[in-house]
C-alpha cells in the first residue's frame, strides 16, 4: 500500500490561477484538466493525506491496505477520463486496473450461488439456472439501454442536453420510476429480484425510491463490461495516479491546508484564506469541492446568494453505512453447485430484506436480519494489499446515523459488526473465528468523523429534495451565481460513487467560462 502522494507543506503561494478546494478525487480530477489545459491549478486539501474517500488505510494490522470508504471505480471506467485515457493516467501515471471475472457472487440459502460474470451470455445462463423467463428479460432489458439508453445516460452524467427523441424520452420514463418497479414489473423469480435491487443499491440510494428507476440496467450494464474494477494497490492509486499528472503540468497540492473563507470582491470569487490565516488570491476562479451543506458558511460576511442558500437547505444525507474491517488468514470462498468460488464482491440480501432494513433505516433501527450486505475482498486479484498470503475483507451495509432506541454507535458498533459477520460467515467458508486475525467497525458517525465531506455518515453525497418533491444525487450546477466561483465533488451532479464526473463536468464548465476551448483536453461527451 502506498498512501496518496503530494506534497505535505505549509507552505503556499501568494496566487493562482485557479485555487481548487479539496483533494478528494472529483477535485482532483478537475485540477488535472485545468492543469493540462495550460492553467496554473493549486489544490489545498483539510485533510493530511490526499484522496477524500478514495482511500487506502492499515485499519486492522500492519501491512493490510484497507480502502476506508469507497472499492469500486466501475463508473469511472465509462467516463471519458478512463475511456480515452484523456488525461494519460493509464498510459503514463501508472494506474493500474483489473476487471474481475466473477463480477459478483451471490449466495443462496440452498448452498448455490448466483454468479455474475463480466460477460452477457455467461450472465444470462446463469440466471437460466433459476428462471428461463427471466434469463430473456435480462437480455432484453441489458439491449435496451445498449441501443439508445446508454448514450443518453452518458449525456445526462456529463451535464450534457439529452435531446428530444425515442430513447430520451424512454430514458426520462425509465428515471421516473423506482428501481424496485422496475425489477418487480421485469422479473418474477425471488433470487433474479434480489440480485437485481442488490445491483441497483450500489450506489446507497433507497431502491423504492423514484428516480432510481435506471440504476437496474446502468449499474448492471457497468458490472457487465467491468466487473469488480479494481485498482492494484489500492483505492488511493486513483488519487496517486492524478496528483502524479497534475504535478507533470505544474500544479501542486497541498495538504494539512483547511480552507475557512472564499474571499468575494465584486462580486467575484478571488481568494481563499485557511484557518491559520494563510491567503491565495484566485487570479481566474475558485474551484470548490467543499459540501453543498457547508459552503455557505465559508462566505464570510458576503450575503449568501439564493442557489447557495437554496443548495444548503435542500441537502439531506440520505442512506448512511456501516462497514466492517478485516484481517483474514486466507481468501473468502463461496460455495457453490460447481464447488468453492473466489470473488472480489459478494452480495447478500433479499429484495424482502432490504424492503425491511429501509423501512428500519427509517425508523432509527439498524437491520441485522436480511439486509443488503456488499463483501469485498479484494487481495483475491491484488495480492499487495496483505502479507504473506492473508487477505482482506470489508463488508459494507447501511444504518441509521443516530440509533431510536437511544444507544450510541460507540458502545453498540462492535455488536452490530458481530451479526452482519455472522451472516456473511454462514455462507462462506474462511470467516472462523480462527480466521480472522483483527476486525474493526466502522459506524456512520466513524465515517462522518474521519472526513468532513461524509455529513451524516455519508459517503456517497447525500441527496437534494427540489421544491417539486422529488429527490436528486447531485446539485445539478458546477456554477455559482458568484462570479469566478465553481462547484465540484460529490454533492454536485451525478452525485457520489467513484465516477469523476463532477470533476470532468466542473472542468469543462471552469475552462468555458474562461473563454478556453475544452476540446483541448477532453472530448465531447
Not at 493490510?64 to 485515457?85: E, G, K, T
Not at 492509486?237 to 500544479?251: C, D, S, V
Not at 474491517?325 to 470462498?333: M, S, V
Not at 446515523?401 to 455462507?427: C, F, H, P
Request: some cysteine; overall charge negative.
Amino acid at each position: 500500500m502506498t498512501p496518496a502522494v503530494g506534497p505535505i507543506t505549509s507552505d503556499l503561494p501568494d496566487s493562482a490561477d485557479v485555487v481548487v478546494l479539496g483533494a478528494g478525487h472529483n477535485g482532483l480530477v478537475c485540477a488535472g484538466y485545468l492543469a493540462a489545459a495550460g492553467l496554473e491549478v493549486i489544490v489545498l486539501e483539510a485533510r493530511d493525506v490526499a484522496g477524500g474517500s478514495t482511500g487506502t488505510e492499515e485499519l486492522t494490522l500492519p501491512g493490510f491496505a484497507h480502502d476506508s470508504c469507497s472499492s469500486a471505480h466501475v463508473l469511472i471506467q465509462s467516463n471519458p477520463l478512463m475511456r480515452d485515457d484523456e488525461l494519460g493516467l493509464l498510459s503514463t501515471y501508472g494506474l493500474q486496473y483489473v476487471l474481475t471475472d466473477p463480477a459478483v457472487v451471490m449466495p443462496q440459502p440452498d448452498g448455490d450461488a448466483l454468479v455474475m460474470h463480466r460477460d452477457l451470455d455467461g450472465t444470462a445462463d446463469e440466471i437460466a439456472r433459476w428462471s428461463p423467463t427471466d434469463a430473456e428479460a435480462f437480455r432484453t432489458m441489458l439491449s435496451e439501454w445498449s441501443g439508445g439508453l446508454a448514450a443518453v445516460h452518458g449525456r445526462w452524467s456529463s451535464g450534457l442536453p439529452l435531446g428530444d427523441d425515442d430513447a430520451a424520452r424512454g430514458y426520462l420514463a425509465l428515471r421516473g420510476q423506482s428501481a424496485w418497479d422496475v425489477v418487480h414489473q421485469r422479473f418474477s423469480h425471488p433470487s433474479i429480484r434480489s440480485f437485481m435491487l442488490w445491483l441497483a443499491l450500489a450506489t446507497i440510494q433507497d431502491p423504492r425510491r423514484p428516480g432510481t428507476g435506471f440504476l437496474p440496467s446502468s449499474i448492471t450494464a457497468g458490472r457487465i463490461s467491468f466487473g469488480w474494477a479494481t485498482p492494484i494497490g489500492g483505492s488511493s492509486a486513483l488519487p496517486n495516479a492524478l496528483i502524479r499528472q497534475l504535478e507533470a503540468h505544474g500544479g501542486q497540492v497541498v495538504c494539512s491546508a483547511p480552507v475557512s473563507r472564499i474571499d468575494v470582491a465584486g462580486g467575484r470569487a478571488v481568494a481563499v484564506e485557511t484557518t491559520d490565516g494563510r491567503r491565495v488570491e484566485a487570479r481566474r476562479a475558485v474551484v470548490s469541492s467543499a459540501h453543498a451543506a457547508q459552503l455557505a458558511d465559508m462566505l464570510g460576511d458576503t450575503e449568501i446568494p439564493s442557489d447557495i442558500a437554496e443548495m444548503r437547505d435542500s441537502w439531506q444525507p440520505g442512506l448512511s453505512v456501516f462497514a466492517v474491517h478485516a484481517a483474514l488468514r486466507k481468501n473468502l470462498a463461496f460455495p457453490s453447485s460447481t464447488g468453492p468460488i473466489e470473488s472480489v464482491a459478494g452480495g447478500f440480501g433479499s429484495s424482502q430484506g432490504m424492503a425491511r432494513q429501509m423501512e428500519a433505516f427509517h425508523r432509527g433501527e439498524p437491520d441485522a436480519v436480511d439486509p443488503w450486505l456488499l463483501v469485498v475482498n479484494q487481495t483475491v486479484v491484488d495480492t499487495s494489499r496483505a502479507p504473506g498470503g492473508a487477505a482482506t475483507l470489508k463488508i459494507l451495509t447501511v444504518a441509521p446515523y443516530e440509533r431510536a432506541d437511544g444507544r450510541s454507535w460507540d458502545e453498540s458498533k462492535d455488536e452490530y459488526a458481530e451479526a452482519i459477520v455472522a451472516l456473511v460467515r454462514a455462507r462462506t467458508d474462511g470467516l472462523g473465528t480462527g480466521d480472522i486475525l483483527a476486525l474493526r467497525a466502522e459506524s456512520p458517525t466513524d465515517f462522518a468523523a474521519q472526513n468532513p465531506h461524509n455529513l451524516g455518515g455519508s459517503c456517497h453525497g447525500g441527496e437534494f429534495l427540489t421544491a417539486s418533491g422529488a429527490v436528486i444525487p447531485g446539485w445539478p450546477s458546477y456554477l455559482a451565481s458568484i462570479g469566478g466561483l465553481f462547484l465540484t465533488g460529490a454533492t454536485t451532479h451525478p452525485g457520489g460513487s467513484v465516477s469523476g464526473r463532477p470533476g470532468r463536468n466542473a472542468a469543462r464548465a471552469v475552462l468555458t467560462d474562461l473563454g478556453l476551448d475544452p476540446s483541448t483536453v477532453m472530448g465531447p461527451s
